[in-house]
C-alpha cells in the first residue's frame, strides 16, 4: 500500500461500535494538531492562592482558609485537588491532622505529622485527591486541620513569603 493523504470527515468500525487501532504495537502514532474529547482530558482549572498567615491552637476541624469552587460540566467528569501549603508547627508535642472538604463532607483525610515538645518545625507540603464528585453543580472545597495538643500551634504559610494554593482540575470522565 502506497503512503498518501486519507481525507474523511468521520470514521467508524464496520459495525458503528468497538474500538479502531490507529498504528501497531511498537509504532508512534502522532497527533499535530488539537486533541478533541476523551477521558482525561483537562477541561478547566480554578487556581486560588492566598498570602496570608492563619493559625489555629484548636483540637477540633478549623478552617485553613484554602478554599475553591468548581462546576463540573458532567456527572461523569472529575476533579483534581491539588494544595500546596507551607506549615509551621510549634508547641508541647502532638498530632496534626488535615481534612479535605466538598461543600461540607469530608471526602479525605491526611496523615498525622507528629513532633516533639518545644519543637518549631516548618513543612511545605503537596497534597492530591482525585475526586468523583458525579455532580454539574457548583462544588466547594476547602482545607481544615486540627491538633490533638492542647497547646501547639499550627501556621498556615509560615517562612519568608507567606503562600499556599489550591488548583481545582475538571478532568473529563
Same mark, same amino acid.
Given at each position: 500500500?502506497?503512503? /498518501?493523504?486519507?481525507?474523511?470527515?468521520?470514521? +467508524?468500525?464496520? %459495525?458503528?461500535?468497538?474500538?479502531?487501532t490507529l /498504528?501497531?504495537?511498537?509504532? #508512534?502514532?502522532?497527533?499535530a494538531?488539537?486533541?478533541g474529547?476523551?477521558?482525561g482530558?483537562?477541561l478547566?482549572?480554578v487556581?486560588?492562592?492566598?498570602?496570608?498567615?492563619v493559625? %489555629?491552637t484548636s483540637? @477540633?476541624?478549623?478552617?485553613?482558609?484554602?478554599t475553591?469552587?468548581?462546576?463540573?460540566? %458532567?456527572?461523569?467528569?472529575?476533579?483534581?485537588? +491539588?494544595?500546596s501549603l !507551607? +506549615?509551621?508547627?510549634?508547641?508541647?508535642?502532638? &498530632?496534626i &491532622?488535615?481534612?479535605?472538604l466538598?461543600?461540607?463532607?469530608?471526602?479525605?483525610?491526611?496523615?498525622?505529622? *507528629?513532633? /516533639?515538645s518545644?519543637?518549631?518545625?516548618?513543612?511545605?507540603?503537596?497534597?492530591m485527591?482525585?475526586? #468523583?464528585?458525579?455532580?454539574?453543580?457548583?462544588?466547594?472545597?476547602k482545607?481544615?486541620?486540627?491538633?490533638?495538643?492542647? #497547646?501547639?500551634?499550627?501556621?498556615? %504559610? !509560615?517562612?519568608? *513569603?507567606?503562600?499556599?494554593?489550591? @488548583?481545582?482540575?475538571?478532568?473529563?470522565?
Amino acid at each position: 500500500m502506497a503512503d /498518501g493523504i486519507l481525507k474523511v470527515g468521520q470514521i +467508524t468500525t464496520s %459495525s458503528g461500535s468497538g474500538t479502531i487501532t490507529l /498504528g501497531q504495537s511498537g509504532e #508512534t502514532v502522532n497527533v499535530a494538531g488539537t486533541v478533541g474529547t476523551g477521558m482525561g482530558k483537562i477541561l478547566q482549572v480554578v487556581n486560588q492562592r492566598f498570602v496570608t498567615y492563619v493559625t %489555629s491552637t484548636s483540637n @477540633t476541624y478549623a478552617d485553613t482558609g484554602l478554599t475553591a469552587s468548581i462546576t463540573p460540566s %458532567s456527572t461523569s467528569n472529575k476533579v483534581l485537588i +491539588t494544595i500546596s501549603l !507551607s +506549615t509551621g508547627f510549634s508547641g508541647s508535642g502532638g &498530632n496534626i &491532622n488535615a481534612q479535605l472538604l466538598r461543600d461540607a463532607t469530608s471526602i479525605e483525610t491526611y496523615s498525622r505529622l *507528629s513532633f /516533639g515538645s518545644g519543637t518549631h518545625i516548618n513543612v511545605q507540603g503537596c497534597y492530591m485527591f482525585l475526586d #468523583t464528585p458525579s455532580s454539574t453543580s457548583s462544588l466547594t472545597y476547602k482545607l481544615q486541620w486540627k491538633v490533638d495538643a492542647s #497547646t501547639a500551634r499550627l501556621k498556615a %504559610s !509560615s517562612g519568608g *513569603s507567606p503562600s499556599a494554593t489550591m @488548583t481545582l482540575m475538571e478532568v473529563a470522565g
